[in-house]
């Protein structure tokens, strides 16, 4: 149950409130030691069956740029970047996701999270030469939610690409974006990933004070990580970031140009959560891949949290189009730090899917008896807090 | 039926030929008359219940550019256009489209219209004042497939605002780039309009022969107007340009905004046939308007046709997103001459909803077996005729 | 000298009028056999001096496709085209144009612009099997301008590669759109170019009526070819099209980072003349590129024709950005049926340059005294003819 | 002078280093106390001459929108801000800037502000209930360059419009980015922010180690100031961001239509520091202001900083194209907290004018002797560091 007060309504559908409405019933203990100082979502670790195919995927298709590569793995880069990786591939048996992988602010940083997560009893991890080429002094950790994190700072640089424009394609990929995490009690995950620092930028509910998702960031963007409401532990995607929306429908063309556009699973479309642009992608073992552009600065600690009602038809696709269940339901397995699946466990709250689809759902497009809609001029607002 | 040989296939998995493969077992007769010269289509007179909502829709929302209007009509055009109007909305009992319009090389070009469309016993009136504000003497007939054509010269110059950016919106609307029209014998239709001058530049059919729309150009685009397999007469919808892609989400995220999302039918997204970028609207009567750009030049004599099959999941629309069974559907009646909804006769041919969707229908990404995609520089492809 | 009267303002800065308002006191006689019925312009053949280093700034900087090369020419087009190239690159001693050449629309007319030239005077050289790979029977002529100009319909058809978006670099370039002819006299040229079917569609007059530029189509665009006031015939530019702005400013970054920024002439801008966005290049001999989008259809026989005035700053970059000396000075020579170099006669009328920028010339950004700027809503014009 | 030793050169045409490679022979003395925690550049108080001539431009042409206004004052905030404003536009007899604002984490920070700048001797006005309207308690300090700053946490919060599709233009500004700052030294400016807690993320330097200007961040772009050399205390510009780079051009192409194509300064282009798109304007009174999009996170501790050649002819423009002289040599006077000008200092390091540009200075678009051109695919660069 979550706190329902003290939330502005918008001229946009949704409401605004300064401390993230939500409240956890089944709380993870507060640690008292610090947190470590976390800079940004940096790499996923993903298990591929098949790395050829995969590499075509990523490379071939999405441009990532191979930093290295070997015969069990691939190191891949966006434009942008100048850390070692944004993604790697490595070659296993079963598709998931070995690790969310978290910059820190400094070296000490990695002890801080020794110490957090020992004191909450997970299974910790810490290697000297790192996991993966490219990064040194690493930690990885089975948190309390069920997921594979790692923090690190040491890495080595590359080059940033930004410039070489000879090197870019239609539909270049510019940033790692952020993570997509399902679980299945979103305010004891959000409460958690609040002691570990993250902040809450964006979330959906219902009038009973169900939460279905939250999305919460480190750096100023909407979201590092955002965590969905479903079967967990589970990865539901990764997102990479584009300059501009032409970008996203070059990346549709060429799908279908290469007879591939069974890979698109949802979009191109404008999010209501986040306000970015947007495109779903299958990778060849089924991995989300979500491609993303132009969200808003949250760095301010008093930016408005927004809380979207479930039944808002304009949430998730502002344009009203219609979620595909596939997107609902299905998500990677994550594996613990031996490299086997973790068990997913059943969400008990509502789903969203069949709150708003179907014969027990709704939705709204606008409410009703309907509002009159705001006039242009009229978006003086005064003090909403 | 029509004739299947000939098509050379290409690396985009559609095949051309050199003439419409289209044949009519039931062909309307030729006639002995020449056929008017037409210049393009010009404008569309709708009939709308609500003309207050529809004016909201199309000036408000949509940003058409009021050349008149009085109690009973608004006369509405495009950024590009220099003739009076693009558009009439027109208040009526039923909301119905009154005339295609298509603008005429010379006033002798009516002269021509009358004998061709007399000689084939169809209704033809002329009014020297013409049948809307702006256009002098015009033609209207119900032509042989039962739609109300106009066709005229005479019109009054306006100014052309393809220069005045600040009256520009997001989503500016540009030209009046075609009509679309539902017809049950498509066959049928094509040899008719191929009579009154018009040329094929793509279709869609199976493998039996059964052609199940076409698109047809007077001015050198992919069409002035298409034949959709269905229950007709009725219109299909109307296509207004924007210049590049990002006007067309803006309209989209616009609707949003306004909370008016549900009027967004179908899109955006890539057609297969035409190349172009879309979207498809429903306006306060449910008449259907597309949002297009971006198709390509048509004008030479041997302009290859292309033909797509009917169960190419990529030919309407190039990602692979579903069509809604509405677009199929739902269509605009049109009037007679006296104002009078034209009946509506069964299309009897197969339809593509139920050929692609459904228990007994089917569509495919990749031909079966999957032939291997074509590698970046083996685009080089020799004579084709 | 050229008639002044019958204009109409306009509320963006130019002024309109139904017919091409230039006069020539030294016409070419109009031919009484009538001309070729030209469809477009189609490609040009262009000598250069390395091939090698050609080939490098077209295929790879630029993107254009290789239909068929040998040791001494490339055959290149654009992503739409389905005849045989669009640009010839030619090995010679002299950088130049061989041809300026179009389409016609049937193979008979051959035979009229045979006829055509014959009676003017000029040589003219039949060669039924092409001048050029891929192309059959054409006809060569040195035009009573002094151009080197082609006509021909037979061609080998290839792939249209619109739908091979995984070829597709960020700068793609869809089309040929125009060529543009640097003339001494360019009401004498306009003359001549009507007799031979084309029409004018804009132009930049001073008010004594001195005519600095003209630009005249056949295709339903702002233009085919445009003849430029200067010392001629010289050959100023040929232009290709993208789809959208993004693609020619991808076209700038991609030079940056190739540290060929200098290959940068003039823009990127917007146009005054044709309203569309454009940008010149420098090949490796110095011949000018332009890229181009978005002007607008001018194919109704009525269609307004725009008059500039040569002291409107926005007429050649309606963000007024200054035209640099080399853009009006310099120019490509081009070359008689035997491949010499033919004669440049100088200019007698004011420069266009003189009359504009430094002691003697002088441009406005608004008339003065100041026009009211016209508020939005104040556009309805009536009826301007 | 500045150490020179530890670049590292990159496949784009400039270097990179790990600590910004700048050291001033006159610092000023670094305070004991610790500086605020400043979040970002929030706001500029802009004196302006004629308010009802300067909200037309900031408001019909450049489309910010007005949360509040007076008689003497206009409050104005871009499409993303929850803040009160991003500018006010205060009328005065002088034009000149008031203050550049900093939003501080916490009212704390206030405290710190007081103490910094009090310890250095500077001039400091502390405001309970803020100097401007939706601000609340404030410091205001003469800072030890001669600029006007301020530093505040509490706001009044507004309404975020991102959402407001229905009121956004085609040019929308969505963020205030940045200021930027004429001073006369420099690396002794570039070592007083960097005591205040400032990260240098680009410069531009000659190979005697003269530092010509320098970019700074609080947030995570590439600046939230940057010092240009120059006669100094001025503001050389404040900038706002679009979201895409067709939005820059739309309002060049709305300038144009307004016939207000002579506000247009320089460009658009693309920079070579910071690789944004940009435009720069002048306001009616001569203050500059740019739009900028897209540039990069450089939110990591270890972010490389970016070293330019001041030959490089594409540092400042990435195609090459000429800086305007008057870009160089203008800039609007700052007033110290009685509202009185600063008077202005001369630069007595060289000029980036005068080195790059005319009989003494060069500039170079490729190295000498020419370095290959990298291929694609050698993008791989291993450890740089």
């Not at 690493?138 to 690190?152: H, I, N, T």
């Not at 940033?175 to 002691?195: C, E, G, S, W, Y």
């Not at 999305?215 to 970031?241: E, L, Q, S």
């Amino acid at each position: 149950m979550t706190r329902l007060d003290a939330r502005t309504p918008t001229s946009s559908g949704f409401s605004v409130s300064q401390e993230a409405p939500i409240h956890s019933d089944d709380p993870i203990p507060t640690p008292t030691a610090p947190a470590p100082d976390i800079l940004r979502c940096a790499y996923m670790e993903l298990v591929v069956s098949d790395l050829a195919a995969s590499r075509a995927f990523y490379v071939d298709v999405l441009g990532l740029y191979v930093t290295e590569e070997d015969a069990d793995a691939v190191y891949l880069r966006t434009a942008e970047e100048f850390i070692h990786h944004n993604l790697v591939l490595r070659r296993g048996p079963v598709p998931a996701v070995a690790a969310f992988s978290y910059r820190v602010r400094t070296p000490e940083d990695l002890d801080r999270a020794v110490a957090f997560y020992t004191e909450l009893g997970c299974r910790v991890v810490r290697r000297p030469d790192g996991f993966t080429r490219g990064i040194g002094d690493s930690v990885r950790v089975e948190d309390p939610l069920g997921f594979p994190y790692e923090f690190f700072h040491d890495t080595r640089h590359v080059e940033r690409l930004s410039w070489r424009y000879d090197l870019h394609t239609p539909g270049e990929l510019v940033r790692l974006d952020h993570f997509n995490q399902v679980t299945p009690d979103v305010p004891r995950a959000v409460k958690f990933m609040q002691d570990l620092g993250f902040r809450v930028t964006e979330d959906i509910q219902d009038d009973e004070g169900t939460v279905y998702a939250a999305w919460m960031r480190r750096k100023p963007t909407v979201h590092d990580t955002a965590m969905t409401g479903g079967d967990g532990p589970r990865m539901h995607h990764i997102a990479f970031a584009t300059h501009e929306k032409h970008n996203i429908l070059a990346i549709c063309d060429k799908l279908g140009a290469l007879r591939m556009s069974d890979r698109i699973e949802r979009g191109p479309g404008r999010h209501g959560v986040s306000n970015a642009f947007y495109l779903y992608l299958r990778d060849p073992d089924g991995h989300r891949v979500e491609i993303y552009t132009q969200d808003y600065y949250t760095g301010d600690p008093d930016n408005p949290v927004i809380t979207w009602d479930v039944h808002d038809n304009q949430r998730r696709d502002w344009w009203g189009n219609p979620v595909v269940p596939s997107w609902y339901a299905e998500a990677s397995l994550v594996l613990d730090l031996d490299g086997n699946p973790k068990p997913v466990v059943a969400r008990t709250d509502a789903s969203e899917m069949a709150v708003t689809i179907g014969a027990d759902g709704f939705s709204y497009t606008r409410p009703e008896p309907a509002e009159p809609v705001v006039a242009q001029g009229e978006y003086k607002l005064g003090n909403q807090l």
